[in-house]
């Protein structure tokens, strides 16, 4: 079912110095701040050979990941990215076998402008996993 790994998101307190860092110290490419109100955040794109990182940091008031930087306030890994072939077939498969869908179950556009699901970390040792249309 998992497809490529399509972005590790990290959450970061300073997005100007987190992109500023990939960029001066690690010599990468990365995007300027594209805010997605829809779903809380602002991202910066960092792109690598074989996915890419976003790095994100909270955009309004009721960010969902406003409260992960208030326990990891020096930021920290918050989800990776999967894309699937069928995201309403990879739903479905992964509640028949117990594992929570976040949110309302439906999927959103994410940042890459396809849609995308959160499953709950709680049931994926900890890790929250995106998964994304491919
Ligand atoms: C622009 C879109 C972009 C893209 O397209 O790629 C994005 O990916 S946007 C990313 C931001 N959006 C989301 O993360 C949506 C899904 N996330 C959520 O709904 C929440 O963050 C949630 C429910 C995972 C956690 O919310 P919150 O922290 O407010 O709730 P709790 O404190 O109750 O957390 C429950 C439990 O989970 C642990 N937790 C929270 N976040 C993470 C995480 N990123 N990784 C691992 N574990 C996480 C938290 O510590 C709690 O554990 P406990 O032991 O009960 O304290
Ligand atoms: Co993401």
Redesign the pocket.
């Known amino acids: 079912m998992l497809g490529r790994l399509n ?1 590790v ?1 990290i ?1 970061v307190p300073d997005l100007e110095a987190a992109a500023r860092t990939y960029r001066e110290k690690l010599g990468a490419t990365v995007s300027d701040p594209l805010p ?1 109100p ?4 602002t ?1 910066v794109f960092v792109d690598v050979d074989n996915t890419r990182i ?1 790095l ?1 940091n909270p955009l309004g008031e009721r ?6 930087l208030e ?1 990891n306030p020096s930021g920290g ?3 990776m ?1 999967f894309e699937v072939d069928d995201i309403l077939v990879a739903r479905d498969q992964l509640k028949s076998v117990g594992l929570r869908v ?2 309302d179950g439906e999927p959103k556009i ?3 402008d396809k849609p ?1 699901l ?1 499953l ?3 049931d994926l040792n ?3 996993v ?1 998964l ?1 249309q491919a």
């Not at 960010?63 to 992960?68: E, L, M």
């Open positions: 972005h998101a959450a997605q829809a779903h809380g955040v991202v976003e994100i960010s969902p990941i406003a409260a992960f326990k890994i918050h989800h990215c976040l949110g994410g940042a890459h995308v959160f709950h970390p709680k900890g890790t929250l995106e994304q």
